[in-house]
């Protein structure tokens, strides 16, 4: 068990740009979760994958952003037209399906800051 | 109401004491609930789960969980400096996706 891996730890864009952030789950979970957090709050959803199909989404969640997860294993994030407003730790988890709800296995994040 | 509230820090509390974290949820489908520790800059690690009512204890740490008062809550015993972090409560969803929903977290500094 090699954990939630991340990529790139820090990124730091200029407003209007795209940026493209990849999570590699732990191996034989088939749920991932991307989750953001801002500064004293707690990590806020954004959207949910159960192997590749995307079944829901935040309604917070802008159509400047986009996740992918092909053939089930990674998976990508995408934040088109960068805001200052999109300045936050970008945490992606996964879990193992189960009856109760699973704990959550964070990776160690993706720290993006929007100039 | 938010939907998971967590009692208003910062929380100090001298080394070797009881500290008491609380957390009250408004979504009664809620089954499973957990608590996460997350040091200042670094991602949330769990460190406790708990399913049914009562409590459960691992090491220094015990949840309690009431699910009729919807209440859930943390005591860490012999308290750490190292304990000093900011302590998560998170019940998870009913719907499929079964995402957890966080509060906005407790700080907690245990002072030597």
């Known amino acids: 068990d090699t954990g939630v891996s991340q990529d790139p730890r820090h990124k730091i864009t200029k407003r209007g740009q795209n940026v493209t952030f990849r999570c590699d789950p732990i191996?034989?979970?088939?749920?991932l979760y991307w989750y953001r957090q801002t500064l004293g709050q707690g990590p806020e959803f954004l959207t949910y994958?159960?192997?590749?199909?995307?079944?829901?989404k935040s309604r917070l969640l802008s159509d400047r952003f986009s996740a992918e997860r092909p053939k089930g294993s990674f998976s990508t994030l995408e934040i088109q037209r960068t805001e200052q407003g999109d300045s936050a730790m970008y945490l992606c988890?996964?879990?193992?399906?189960?009856?109760?709800?699973?704990?959550?296995?964070f990776g160690n994040g993706t720290r993006l800051t929007v100039t | 109401q938010k939907e998971v509230e967590q009692n208003s820090g910062p929380l100090s509390v001298p080394e070797g004491a009881i500290a008491s974290l609380n957390c009250t949820y408004s979504?009664?489908?809620?089954?499973?609930f957990f608590w996460y520790r997350q040091y200042s800059g670094k991602s949330p690690e769990l460190i406790m789960s708990?399913?049914?009512?009562g409590d459960k204890e691992d090491g220094r740490f015990t949840a309690q969980l009431n699910k009729a008062s919807q209440y859930v809550s943390l005591l860490i015993r012999d308290s750490q400096p190292s304990d000093s972090a900011t302590y998560l409560c998170a019940p998870s969803g009913t719907g499929s996706a079964r995402q957890l929903t966080f509060g906005s977290g407790t700080q907690l500094t245990v002072l030597p």
């Open positions: 979504d009664r489908g809620s089954q499973s």
């Open positions: 191996s034989e979970h088939n749920r």
């Open positions: 988890a996964s879990s193992l399906t189960g009856q109760l709800g699973s704990p959550l296995h």
């Open positions: 708990i399913y049914s009512n």
């Open positions: 994958f159960q192997n590749e199909a995307q079944l829901e």
